[in-house]
Each structure stands twice: as C-alpha cells, then as structure tokens.
C-alpha cells in the first residue's frame, strides 16, 4: 500500500538556515495539500496544489515559504531564513478531485516531517 | 469564516463502555464534515465523512458519527470502546473559502481519547 510519503521524518537546523522537505503523494491523487501542525493544535492549513498548479495559499504562508509541484506529482516545501516559530510537525496530504466544486473526497495524510529550530 | 470546536481536550472511558468524543462546527452554507485519527508521531488517519444524506455515517473500526444540522454538532461516537481507540481526534469542516476556490479543510483542536483497560 503505497501511501503519502514525507521524507525526511525528523529535521533539526539552526536557526536561519534553509530547509527543504519533500511529500510523495498518493500516485493518483491530482490535488496535494501542505498543512503545519502544533503542539496540541489540529493542522493549519498552508496551500494546495491541482496537479502542478498552486491554486491557494494561507495567510500563514510567509514570503520565506515556497511549495512547488514541478510536474505534478511530489512536492516541496522550503522555507527560508527559518525561525524559532517555525517549529512545528509538517505534514502533507492528497486527495482525488474532479473539478473545483468537488472535495467531498477524505484527504490522506503522511506522517509528517517534524522541524525543530536551535 | 468556517470554524470547528472541540470542547473537551481529555475524554477518559472505560474498556467496554460507549465513547463519544464531541464536535460542533460554525460555517455560512453546506459543510462536509470528517473525523479524523492522530497517533502519537504518525499522521492523521480518516475514519468518516458526511457528505448529505442519511444523518448517521458510519466508519472505520466501528466508529460513526451523528449530523445535526440544528445543534451544528457532529459528534464521533463508538458503541464499546477499545483501549487500542486511544488517540488525537480531530474533527474537520470542509467548505468552499471563495467562489470559485476549492474546498479547505479546518480542524478543531484535537480530542485526546483514553481508553482505560
């Protein structure tokens, strides 16, 4: 059973430097969302793709965050300059849409790849 | 804005006993409701959905869920718990933030569900 996968699981760096975390989807999944997670809070949120295309971005998603989806299929989220507010458990999720008015579909979720910032 | 709440952080039952871990939910048109199921360092497994339709979904590992469009409530219930249920509950609207926009999941802020042997 081929899930979400997000590599890597656990990711520890200094303040202000760069990260880079990767989502795999669910191969037939057309729409791939990122979300951030706190702890003892549900997930936030960040943006979603259709296929390649960045349909919506929260406001939560600073300018020092960037996601992209080169071909459609994995995905990537960075973020620059981290910061000490940054840390946080990221986590990725795919569904499978036919148009924009539908969304009745569960998304399914990665294990997530938790950031922590020295 | 569409918004989820949880209104207890710590639900505790006994093995064997009815569990219901509560939801109520505050949007502006036709919500999609979902529960969801977080295990400690593990991402968020689903269990259910309302769509429309009957009021009462049934899910995965024998949990099901009531839609009461009245009390704007989705409460999560199982007939007899196991001390395996022990876990993150989440509940989770869906609804278009914009016309024409997709349709966003919020989450409310998680349920911790012990199941006591």
């Known amino acids: 059973d081929t899930g979400v996968s997000q590599n890597p699981r656990h990711k520890i760096t200094k303040r202000g430097q760069n990260v880079t975390f990767r989502c795999d989807p669910i191969?037939?999944?057309?729409?791939l969302y990122w979300y951030r997670q706190t702890l003892g809070q549900g997930p936030e949120f960040l943006t979603y793709?259709?296929?390649?295309?960045?349909?919506?971005k929260s406001r939560l998603l600073s300018d020092r965050f960037s996601a992209e989806r080169p071909k459609g299929s994995f995905s990537t989220l960075e973020i620059q300059r981290t910061e000490q507010g940054d840390s946080a458990m990221y986590l990725c999720?795919?569904?499978?849409?036919?148009?924009?008015?539908?969304?009745?579909?569960?998304?399914?979720f990665g294990d997530g790849t938790r950031l922590s910032i020295l | 804005a569409q918004s989820v709440a949880q209104p207890e952080d710590q639900v505790n039952v006994a093995e064997g006993n009815p569990l219901t871990v509560k939801c109520t939910y505050s949007?502006?048109?036709?919500?999609?409701l979902f529960w969801y199921v977080q295990y400690p360092n593990r991402g968020l497994q689903f269990l259910l959905k309302?769509?429309?339709?009957?009021?009462l979904v049934k899910g995965s590992y024998g949990f099901e869920a009531e839609f009461n469009k009245s009390q704007t409530s989705f409460h999560l219930k199982k007939p007899s718990a196991l001390v395996s249920d022990s876990a993150l509950y989440f509940c989770?609207?869906?609804?278009?933030?914009?016309?024409?926009?997709?349709?966003?999941?919020?989450f409310g802020s998680g349920t911790q569900l012990t199941v006591l042997p």
């Open positions: 949007v502006s048109g036709n919500p999609y």
């Open positions: 999720a795919s569904s499978f849409s036919q148009g924009a008015g539908t969304g009745n579909q569960p998304q399914h």
């Open positions: 793709f259709q296929n390649e295309a960045q349909l919506e």
């Open positions: 989770a609207v869906s609804l278009r933030i914009s016309s024409g926009s997709a349709r966003q999941l919020t």
């Open positions: 191969s037939e999944h057309n729409r």
């Open positions: 309302y769509i429309t339709g009957d009021n």
